[in-house]
């Protein structure tokens, strides 16, 4: 069984700090990882996309991705308080015929006090 | 790019009514579209894979013949709730695949609330 793991939070942070939202994933040869903010009510919105090791940076997020420790994390700095919402971290499946599909975890919620 | 519309947004009726929602991207074609429903509180759950030409790919514990998938072109995939009661009403939210292939991110549509009386 496939998994991806998040921690549910709430995460709480003040307003300008950095947020920091991790993911851990089972399936060692996952290739493509995503990171969707889901505001309350809301369909799923695409913040960031990572393929390769390292960091990746866009705007106030970084995606970091780490394949040997299966490790994908989500760094907000500057944190305001419209970034509070529920941050869900999917995985690509890679083979058979499931290829295309997302493997979510149940997201972690985020608190930014003004 | 990759915009993905449903509609409706939000649909309210009886129980034992049938209710067609409707996926359509916008600006790129979409072989495969995907299925989700949400409740309240809840994770995403993957209902159903939609591949335009062929039937659905239905996950387990869903009744295909309760939930009929249609994916007749390239930018435009539907669902129908047959004789929905109750325990249907829920957040149903399609799905794309931006172009690229398929490790792509998928990209969401708005979702559509039904609430069934």
């Known amino acids: 069984q496939k998994e991806v793991e998040q921690n549910s939070g709430p995460l709480s942070v003040p307003e300008g700090a950095i947020a920091s939202l991790n993911c851990t994933y089972s399936d060692r040869v996952s290739q493509s990882f995503f990171w969707y903010r889901q505001y309350s009510g809301k369909s799923p919105e695409l913040i960031m996309s990572i393929y390769s090791n390292g960091d990746k940076e866009d705007g106030r997020f970084t995606a970091q991705l780490n394949k040997a420790s299966q490790y994908v994390s989500l760094l907000i700095r500057d944190s305001q308080p419209s970034d509070s919402a529920t941050y869900l971290c999917?995985?690509?499946?890679?083979?058979?015929?499931?290829?295309?599909?997302?493997?979510f975890g149940k997201g972690t919620k985020l608190s930014v006090k003004p | 790019g990759a915009v993905v519309s449903q509609h409706p947004s939000r649909v309210i009726c009886k129980s034992g009514t049938s209710v067609k929602i409707e996926c359509r991207s916008l600006?790129?074609?979409?072989?495969?579209m995907f299925w989700y429903r949400q409740f309240p509180k809840k994770s995403l759950m993957l209902m159903a894979t939609?591949?335009?030409?062929?039937?659905?790919?239905?996950e387990q514990g869903v009744e295909k013949d309760k939930f009929l998938i249609n994916h007749a072109s390239l930018t435009l995939s539907t669902l129908t709730v047959t004789s929905a009661h109750p325990e249907d009403s829920s957040f149903y939210i399609c799905?794309?695949?931006?172009?690229?292939?398929?490790?792509?991110?998928?990209?969401f549509g708005d979702g559509t609330r039904l609430s069934i009386l």
């Open positions: 939609s591949n335009e030409g062929s039937k659905a790919t239905y």
């Open positions: 600006d790129f074609q979409a072989t495969t």
């Open positions: 999917a995985v690509n499946e890679e083979y058979g015929g499931s290829q295309g599909n997302l493997i």
């Open positions: 799905s794309a695949i931006a172009p690229g292939g398929w490790n792509q991110p998928q990209h």
